[in-house]
């Protein structure tokens, strides 16, 4: 079962990305490691049981924290998008 997409477009530009992807208080390599996986599979998205078996995780929930920090670091850093 795949995850829902919102369509609400993201107001990060391609200089903002880059700036946040070689940030390591933004992305720290655990969330690298997500990305460079999820960037694999097809449409770059994947369940987090699909995740769980490739990166050898307990459990998927992980990815639901880790993610969930993720976004608040990226939100620190560009509280406008």
Request: hydrophobic share 35%; proline share 4%; no cysteine.
């Amino acid at each position: 079962m795949r995850m829902k997409m919102y369509g609400k477009p993201l107001t990060i530009s391609e200089n903002q990305w880059l700036s946040m992807l070689n940030d390591r208080s933004v992305f720290r390599e655990e969330d690298m490691e997500l990305i460079r996986t999820l960037y694999y599979f097809p449409d770059y998205g994947s369940s987090g049981k699909e995740l769980t078996g490739v990166l050898n995780k307990a459990s998927h929930s992980l990815f639901n924290v880790q993610i969930g920090r993720l976004g608040k670091r990226i939100v620190r850093k560009y509280p406008d998008v």
